[in-house]
């Protein structure tokens, strides 16, 4: 039974591609693939050729047909050609050989009649086959500056009655994904520091330490990103969190009373006090990034609904009851819904997920995924 050749440009059955072949024997200008040479799988990522004909070597490498496996198992299929095969026992397109020279002699000649085959086959005046590209993988690193309402694309709140909330929430802040060089993804925002009336220069400094401190207690260490390509395989990235102190050209103006009876965020106004612990700025620090709370303010201490909407765009069908009050020792107590609480599940980061995805889809113009852990 003859089984075709595989070439570069040919696929694994589970999605990838031979990305490496013969740099001096090729059918059509495709290169024959051998043991040894390049793939990347879908599934697994980056192997190589694992079986191939023994009795057929070029450049010293067995050659590969299809039903070979490259070394994740995958199955090679051959279908970029179809002109050169060999018996399933190993001998060339002509027939059996008994030898690598001689097999080796067998596929030269039949790639040469193959070529002298399709040129006479095409028109002399057909613009020659434009080589199919292996994908270029991890080659870039990539930053974006977010600017979007999260109502509506981080999360939606419905009231008792489940009438959803109609709020605007915008939110500005800073990502860079190290997609080649590895590393963090970082997630930042410029912060301006106001101080009001009887806040000292010692007051700023403390607010500031006070800010970095709770965002690295409670934020950083909590996820990991996952960028899934179809082409490339998976990459994980730990996500940290950042501020950046700036006297202009700032996300957020951080406005530092000496006292203030509540803390909020009112974007681009950050409303806080010498008083604010860390958890406080914590919390405040996730509503600059788009984040709900997960508590409710009605009058009869009705709960209200959150929804959080996952990387892909989709809402979770899950909801978060926002209860009036939940107790710090309350397993679903988060840093969203209770004072103190350090609690934060995946869903505190699918914003995050979102940007990155739809950064990653428009400058590599292909439909990956990510996830968050």
């Given amino acids: 039974m003859a089984r075709t050749l595989v070439v570069v440009g040919d696929h694994l059955h589970l999605g990838g591609t031979v990305l490496a072949g013969s740099p001096f024997t090729d059918i059509d200008g495709r290169a024959v693939a051998r043991v040894n040479d390049a793939v990347l799988c879908s599934k697994h990522g980056p192997g190589v050729i694992a079986s191939g004909d023994a009795t057929l070597i070029i450049d010293g490498n067995p050659v590969a047909r299809h039903g070979d496996k490259a070394s994740c198992g995958c199955t090679l299929l051959a279908g970029q050609q179809a002109t050169v095969s060999v018996e399933a026992g190993g001998g060339g397109g002509g027939g059996g050989s008994g030898g690598s020279g001689n097999a080796a002699a067998v596929l030269a000649a039949a790639v040469s009649i193959a070529a002298a085959v399709l040129k006479a086959s095409k028109p002399a005046d057909a613009p020659p086959a434009?080589?199919?590209?292996?994908?270029q993988c991890w080659v870039s690193d990539h930053e974006a500056k977010i600017a979007v309402n999260a109502d509506g694309r981080y999360s939606e709140t419905f009231d008792p009655a489940g009438t959803r909330y109609d709020w605007t929430f915008p939110v500005t802040y800073s990502i860079a994904v190290p997609l080649r060089s590895g590393g963090d993804v970082v997630v930042s925002i410029k912060v301006r520091v106001q101080p009001l009336a009887g806040v000292t220069a010692g007051d700023v400094t403390t607010a500031k330490l006070r800010m970095m401190e709770g965002v690295d207690t409670y934020w950083n260490g909590k996820f990991t990103l996952a960028v899934n390509d179809p082409q490339c395989g998976t990459r994980t990235f730990p996500i940290r969190y950042a501020i950046?102190?700036?006297?202009g050209g700032q996300d957020y103006t951080l406005?530092?009373?000496?006292?203030y009876d509540r803390e909020m965020v009112d974007p681009p106004l950050v409303y806080v006090a010498t008083t604010t612990d860390p958890w406080t700025y914590a919390h405040e620090f996730a509503h600059t990034l788009g984040l709900p709370d997960e508590y409710s303010e009605n009058e009869d201490d009705a709960s209200d609904t959150v929804r959080y909407i996952r990387p892909d765009g989709t809402v979770d069908p899950v909801g978060v009851e926002a209860m009036a009050y939940r107790d710090s020792t309350d397993p679903q107590a988060t840093i969203m819904s209770t004072y103190h609480s350090a609690g934060t599940h995946p869903r505190h980061?699918?914003?995050?997920g979102r940007e990155?995805?739809?950064?990653l889809r428009r400058e590599?113009?292909?439909e990956l995924t990510c996830t968050v852990s």
């Fill in 130 to 135: 434009a080589p199919e590209e292996a994908p």
């Fill in 244 to 247: 950046q102190w700036v006297d």
């Fill in 255 to 259: 406005q530092l009373h000496k006292e």
């Fill in 349 to 352: 980061a699918w914003n995050i």
């Fill in 356 to 359: 990155v995805q739809e950064l």
């Fill in 364 to 366: 590599l113009g292909r």
